[in-house]
C-alpha cells in the first residue's frame, strides 16, 4: 500500500520539477564522463545524486499536503453544501464566491448564476435575485430587526418576506487571513418561518385561554375589592383580604401572559411620540413614588444636564421604567435606595438609563437567565413568594422594539445595576413589530 501510494505521488504534477530535473543529469553526467577526470565525474554524479533527492523527497512533501489539503477542502465542501442553514460567502466587492443548497432554496437562486457574480442593490429590481440581493443589503430589505450592536461583528438581523411568507435569521461574520486582512464576508441564513407559525399557535392558544379567563378574574376581583370595604368581623376580613390579594396575583399573571403572546405575535401596538427622557422618567417615578415610601426605601432620580429628545412610546417603555424600578424597591434591604440616572452616551447616538439599587442581588451563575421566561432567581422566590417571572422577558422584548439594549450587573447581597439604552435617532428604531421567538 506504502509502496502503491509513493507511485502515485510520482505521478503528481508537483513532482514535474524531479521529471525535469533528471533526465538533464543524465545528459551533463554523460558530457561530463567524456571531459573529466574520474574523480571529479564521482564527485559531480554526487552533487546531482544529492540535488535529485532534495527535489524528489521536497516534491513528495508538496504533493501529499496539497493532497491532504485537497481532502479536506472536499470535505469541508461536502458539510458546506449539506447544510441545513443556507450559506453565503462574496468578497469585499459583494462577488458571490460560493452559495449552498439551503441558501440557494431559500433566495431562488441557482449557484451557476451567481457564482463570480458581483451584486449590487441594483439587482434588487430582479425577481430573480430580489431576496438574495436583500439578504446581502439588509438596508433595502422590507422588514429587518437587529439582534446585535451595529458595527460589531458578528451582525444578526431578523428578515421578514412575503409572497411566500418567510421568517430568516441572518448571521455575517468577516473574514480574515492570519494577519487579520479581511478578504470578504459570509452570511449563516436559517430559515425560522417553521419555528415563528409554531409560536404563533402557541401563542394564540395562550391568548385565547388568557381572554377567556381574564373576564371572570376580574370579576371576582372586583367582588373580592367590594367586600374588602364592608365592615365585617377580623376573621372574615383576613380572608377576604387574602381572596383579594389571590386575585390580584392570578389576574396579573394573566395579562402578562397576554402582553407576552402580543409581543412574540409583533400585535403589541406601539405609538411612539417625542418627548424629553427625564420628562418621561419624572412621571413615571412620581406613580411609583407612594410605593416607595410604603416599603421604606429612599428613590432618586438624577437627570441629565440637558434635555435629550427621544422617539418612544411613554406607555410601553413607562412598563420598563416602573417594573424595574418596582423590582428594585420591591427585593431592596430594609431603608435601602434606589436611583434612577439619566445620561447621554459619549459619541454614540443613545441615551442610558441605569436603575441602581441597594438590595439582594442576584448570583452570578443565574444572571444568562435573567430576561427569559418564567425565570425568577432561588433568592428572589426567598423574599417574594408571588410572581410570574415574566416582567423582565416583557421588559427586553419592549425595550428592544424601541431599538434600545438592556443588560444588568449584580453582586449577591449588595445590590444591582439595570442598564437601558434607547436610541436619539430614530431611524435607528426598527420600522415595525416582528415576532419572534424567545432568543
Known amino acids: 500500500m506504502v509502496s502503491g501510494m509513493k507511485t502515485s505521488y510520482l505521478k503528481m504534477p508537483e513532482m514535474r520539477p524531479f521529471w525535469y530535473f533528471l533526465p538533464l543529469a543524465i545528459v551533463v553526467l554523460g558530457i561530463n564522463s567524456f571531459y573529466l577526470e574520474p574523480i571529479w565525474i564521482v564527485i559531480s554524479a554526487g552533487i546531482f545524486i544529492v540535488m535529485g533527492s532534495i527535489i524528489l523527497l521536497n516534491g513528495v512533501r508538496i504533493a501529499r499536503l496539497n493532497g491532504e489539503i485537497k481532502i479536506e477542502r472536499n470535505e469541508l465542501g461536502s458539510i458546506m453544501a449539506n447544510l441545513l442553514d443556507g450559506l453565503i460567502a462574496y468578497d469585499q466587492n459583494f462577488r458571490i464566491v460560493m452559495i449552498n443548497k439551503a441558501a440557494e432554496q431559500v433566495t431562488g437562486v441557482v449557484a451557476a448564476d451567481v457564482i463570480g457574480k458581483m451584486m449590487t442593490p441594483e439587482y434588487a429590481k430582479d425577481a430573480k435575485f430580489t431576496v438574495l440581493t436583500q439578504i446581502l443589503y439588509p438596508s433595502i430589505a422590507p422588514s429587518v430587526v437587529r439582534r446585535s450592536e451595529g458595527g460589531a461583528y458578528p451582525q444578526v438581523v431578523d428578515m421578514s418576506f412575503t409572497n411566500p411568507t418567510t421568517e430568516l435569521r441572518i448571521t455575517t461574520d468577516r473574514i480574515v487571513d492570519p494577519n487579520g486582512v479581511l478578504l470578504g464576508f459570509v452570511k449563516i441564513i436559517h430559515n425560522r418561518t417553521r419555528e415563528v407559525s409554531m409560536l404563533k399557535s402557541k401563542s394564540e392558544f395562550i391568548e385565547v385561554a388568557a381572554h377567556q379567563l381574564r373576564t371572570p378574574l376580574t370579576s371576582i376581583n372586583w367582588i373580592f375589592e367590594s367586600l374588602a370595604k364592608e365592615t365585617m368581623p377580623e376573621s372574615q376580613k383576613e380572608m377576604v383580604d387574602m381572596g383579594v390579594m389571590a386575585a390580584s396575583n392570578i389576574l396579573k399573571t394573566v395579562n402578562d401572559l397576554l402582553d407576552v403572546s402580543q409581543i412574540e405575535e409583533g400585535r403589541y401596538g406601539y405609538k411612539f411620540q417625542d418627548m424629553d427622557i427625564n420628562v418621561f422618567a419624572e412621571q413615571v417615578l412620581s406613580e411609583i413614588m407612594p410605593y416607595a415610601q410604603e416599603m421604606g426605601i429612599k428613590l432618586y432620580l438624577k437627570k441629565s444636564a440637558n434635555p435629550i429628545p427621544v422617539s418612544i412610546d411613554p406607555q410601553k417603555l413607562g412598563i420598563v421604567l416602573s417594573n424595574l424600578v418596582s ?61 410570574t417571572g415574566l416582567g423582565l422577558y416583557i421588559t427586553k422584548n419592549i425595550v428592544r422594539r424601541h431599538g434600545g439594549d438592556i443588560w444588568a450587573e449584580s453582586q449577591l447581597n449588595r445590590g444591582s445595576v439595570f442598564h437601558i439604552t434607547i436610541p436619539t435617532d430614530p431611524t435607528l428604531i426598527p420600522p415595525q413589530e416582528m415576532s419572534f421567538s424567545e432568543e
Request: net charge negative; proline share 3%.
Open 327 to 387: 423590582n428594585a424597591i420591591k427585593y431592596n434591604i430594609e431603608n435601602g435606595e434606589v436611583t434612577v440616572e439619566i445620561e447621554q452616551q459619549v459619541e454614540k447616538p443613545y441615551v442610558e438609563m441605569s436603575i441602581r439599587d441597594t438590595g439582594i442581588g442576584i448570583p452570578a451563575e443565574e444572571m444568562q437567565r435573567l430576561f427569559t421566561k418564567f425565570f425568577r432567581a432561588d433568592n428572589a422566590q426567598k423574599t417574594v413568594a408571588d410572581g
